[in-house]
C-alpha cells in the first residue's frame, strides 16, 4: 500500500478503530476487539490482505483519487471527505458509532453537486489478511463469514455488484449509507442498520464528551483532538486503554522495529489517564481503576506491565509470515514479549496517575487503596534490582536510574496517600525507603563529571526519560543538575531538527535495547523537553519546540510514535497515546495561569477546573 501514516484517519467507537486513507481506503481494522485478528490489513501487506476503499470510480490504470478536503466534523471523531469531479461532486461520512452493540463502520455518501459514479471495493480478508470470506446473500443483505466470525454488509439502497466491487451513481442531494457491521456466526443475524439515525447520535456524543473538556488556552483545537484521540484509545466495556490500535508500523521504515501496541501497558494507560484527568476527565480514570484492580487482581507477585484488554495475561509474542509489513517492514507482529519483562517504572506511573485522579476529584474506592498499598509493598522488594526499564530493552536488565526515580514517585504517593488520611501503611518505613532511593540515585546515577544524570548506574549514556525527574518532584527545576540534564540531553540526543531521541541507537550494531537499525525521534520526549524548558523558565524556547511538534502533526492533528528526520514522515504505531498524551499534558503546562506544585507536579490547580469549557 502507498499511503504515508500520517495520511490516515481514525475512527473508532471505544471498542476498536480503523484507519481511512485520504482516497476513502480502509487500509486497517480489526473486530470486535482492538486486539482482534483484523477483517482489514492491508495497511500491513496489499489490497489482498483486506480493504474497503469508497469514492469516485476511477480508470484501472489510474491509482484512486484522493479526497480534495477532509477533515473531522468538529470536535468528534466522524470523519468527512469530499470529492470534486469533471462530473460533480460527492461528500463520504465515516463513523462508527458508540451505541455499545457489536462495532460497526458506517459510510454515508451524499451527493453535493451533479452526477459522481462512486465504487466500493471491500476486500474482506480474515485472521490478518489470511483468509477469504464465504459469501451468504441473504435477501439484500450480504453476509461475509468465516468459521465463527461474520461481518454484514447494508445498504440503504440496493446497489448493483460484481464481486467485491459495487458502482452506483449519487446524484446532488442523494444519499446512500454503507454499513459493515460485525457479528458472531453463532448468533442471529445483526439487527438492519440505521446510518442517518446513527449518524446523529455518533454527533451527539463526541459533541457532549468535548464539551467537558476544561481547557481555555490558545492551543484548544490541538488539545481537544489529542484528547479525543486518547479516548478513542479507550475500551468502554472493560476500560482498559491501548497503546495504539495498530500493530507492526515502523519505527524505522523497512526495518525490523515493529511492535504490537494494542494491549493495556500500565504505563501508557496512566500516562493516557493523567492527560485526561488533567483536562477534567474523571469517567475515564474511573473506568480504568475499574480495570487496574480487576485485571492485576490479589496476583501482585505476578502483575504485568501490560495486559489484554480484558485482563489477558497470555501475550506471546508471534510473527505473521503472510505480512510482507508496511513498505516492507517486516516481520510483522502480534503479541507482545515485553509483556514478561520487569520494570520498576510501571508502579510510580499507575501510583501517580491515581494520585492526579484523586486530587482532581475521583472519589476513593478501597480496593484501589488497597491495591495501591500492595502494589508499593511489593516494590519494596523490588526497587533494588535490575530491569528492562521504560523502554523495554531487549538487551541486558540495567539499573536503570528512570526506574529508580519512579521507585521513588511510587514511595511518594503512597506516603502522601497515607498521610491525605485515605490509607493506613508503615509511613516511617516507606518515608526511609523513599530517602534511601533519592541518596542512590544521587550518587549513583548523577555523573559529577559531565553534571548529568545518566541512563543506568555507571553509564556514560544519556536517555530522554532523565527528562522527568522535575515533572514529577524528584528534584526542583532549578536544581543545577537537573538543568544540566535537560542541557546535556538537548546536546547529546537531539536531532539535527531539533526533536528528541529516548537514547542513542548504533546503527546496524545493537545498542543498549538489543536491536539493530536507529529509529526516529520519539515525540513524547520531545513534548517532555517543552515541560521541562517551561519549568526552567525558557518559555521562548518551550513555545518555539511545541509549535514545531505541533506542525508534524497529521493535517487531522494526528501524531504516530516517532518522527523520522531523514524521510521526514511519521513512524511507528498510529495514533499513538503518548504522543497525544505528551502533546496535551504539555500544552497544560504552557498555560501561564497554571501554578504547579513540588513534589508531585501535574496537580489539579483550581484554576484549571474553574475555567469554562469550550464552546
Ligand atoms: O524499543 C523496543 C520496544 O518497543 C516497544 O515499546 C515501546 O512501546 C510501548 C507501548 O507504547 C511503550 O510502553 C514503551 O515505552 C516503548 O519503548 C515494544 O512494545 C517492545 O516490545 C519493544 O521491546
Request: charged share 25%; net charge negative; hydrophobic share 40%.
Amino acid at each position: 500500500m502507498s499511503h504515508r501514516i500520517e495520511d490516515y484517519a481514525i475512527i473508532g467507537n471505544m471498542q476498536t478503530a480503523a484507519l481511512v486513507a485520504h482516497d476513502g481506503s480502509v487500509d486497517w481494522l480489526c473486530m470486535p476487539r482492538f486486539d482482534s485478528p483484523a477483517v482489514l490489513a492491508g495497511v500491513l501487506g496489499t489490497e489482498e490482505h483486506g480493504v474497503w476503499r469508497l469514492g469516485p470510480a476511477h480508470p484501472k490504470d489510474t491509482p484512486p483519487p484522493a479526497a480534495n478536503r477532509r477533515g473531522y466534523d468538529g470536535t468528534s471523531l466522524i470523519l468527512v471527505s469530499e470529492w470534486d469531479t469533471e462530473d460533480g461532486a460527492v461528500r463520504v461520512t465515516d463513523f462508527m458509532p458508540p451505541s455499545g452493540g457489536g462495532p460497526q463502520v458506517m459510510r454515508i455518501v451524499e451527493g453535493l453537486r451533479g452526477r459522481v459514479v462512486m465504487r466500493s471495493t471491500l476486500r474482506v480478508r480474515f485472521g490478518y489478511g489470511r483468509f477469504m470470506p464465504r459469501v451468504h446473500q441473504v435477501g439484500d443483505r450480504t453476509q461475509l463469514a468465516f468459521g465463527t466470525d461474520a461481518v454484514w454488509l447494508d445498504t440503504t439502497s440496493p446497489l448493483p455488484s460484481v464481486d467485491d466491487t459495487a458502482e452506483f451513481t449519487v446524484r446532488e442531494g442523494q444519499k446512500i449509507g454503507l454499513t459493515l457491521s460485525w457479528q458472531d456466526t453463532s448468533l442471529v443475524a445483526a439487527p438492519r442498520p440505521d446510518p442517518y439515525a446513527a449518524l446523529q447520535d455518533t454527533a451527539a456524543f463526541w459533541h457532549t464528551w468535548a464539551q467537558q473538556c476544561t481547557y481555555d488556552g490558545p492551543y484548544s483545537t490541538a488539545v481537544v483532538r489529542s484528547l479525543t484521540t486518547l479516548k478513542a484509545l479507550t475500551h468502554a466495556p472493560t476500560g482498559g486503554i491501548v497503546a495504539a490500535p495498530t500493530t507492526s508500523l515502523p519505527e524505522d521504515l523497512g526495518g525490523v522495529r515493529n511492535w504490537d501496541y494494542r494491549y493495556t501497558w500500565l504505563r501508557d494507560a496512566a500516562i493516557t489517564i493523567s492527560a485526561l484527568v488533567a483536562y477534567g476527565y474523571l469517567d475515564e480514570a474511573r473506568a480504568w481503576r475499574t480495570w487496574l484492580v480487576r485485571a492485576i487482581g490479589d496476583d501482585i507477585e505476578r502483575l504485568q506491565i501490560m495486559y489484554g484488554l480484558g485482563g489477558e495475561r497470555d501475550l506471546a509474542e508471534r510473527e505473521l509470515w503472510w505480512l510482507p509489513g508496511y513498505e516492507k517492514s517486516s516481520p510483522v507482529r502480534i503479541g507482545n514479549a515485553a509483556a514478561g519483562q520487569l520494570q520498576l517504572d510501571v508502579y510510580g506511573e499507575v501510583l501517580d496517575a491515581l494520585h492526579q485522579a484523586r486530587r482532581a476529584g475521583l472519589e476513593p474506592d478501597a480496593r484501589a487503596t488497597e491495591l495501591q498499598l500492595l502494589l508499593v509493598a511489593h516494590l519494596e522488594q523490588l526497587w533494588a534490582k535490575p530491569d528492562e526499564g521504560i523502554w523495554e530493552v531487549r538487551g541486558p536488565r540495567r539499573h536503570f536510574v528512570h526506574s529508580k526515580v519512579m521507585a521513588w514517585v511510587a514511595f511518594d504517593r503512597a506516603i502522601q496517600l497515607i498521610e491525605s488520611g485515605d490509607a493506613d501503611g508503615p509511613l516511617e518505613r516507606w518515608r526511609e525507603l523513599r530517602d534511601t532511593i533519592h541518596r542512590e540515585v544521587c550518587e549513583k546515577g548523577y555523573d559529577p563529571v559531565r553534571n548529568t544524570f545518566t541512563q543506568s548506574y555507571g553509564s556514560k549514556e544519556l536517555d530522554a526519560s532523565l527528562l522527568l525527574i522535575p515533572q514529577v518532584g524528584f528534584l526542583p527545576a532549578d536544581d543545577e543538575r537537573v538543568v544540566g540534564t535537560i542541557e546535556a540531553i538537548q546536546r547529546e540526543l537531539s536531532t539535527p531538527d531539533g526533536f528528541i531521541l529516548r537514547y542513542p541507537t548504533e546503527g546496524e550494531d545493537e545498542g543498549v535495547d538489543g536491536l539493530p537499525g536507529d529509529e526516529g525521534a520519539f515525540l513524547l520526549c520531545a513534548f517532555w523537553m517543552v515541560e521541562d524548558l517551561a519549568m526552567i523558565g525558557r518559555t521562548d524556547e518551550a513555545h518555539a519546540l511545541f509549535d514545531k511538534l505541533l506542525a508534524l502533526r497529521s493535517p487531522l492533528g494526528l501524531l504516530a510514535e516517532e518522527w523520522d528526520p531523514r524521510s521526514k514522515r511519521q513512524v511507528g504505531n498510529f495514533p499513538q497515546a503518548f504522543s497525544h498524551a505528551g502533546l496535551a499534558l504539555a500544552a497544560r503546562r504552557l498555560m501561564p495561569q497554571v501554578t504547579l506544585s513540588l513534589p508531585g507536579q501535574r496537580s489539579m490547580e483550581p484554576s484549571l477546573t474553574a475555567v469554562p469549557a469550550i464552546p
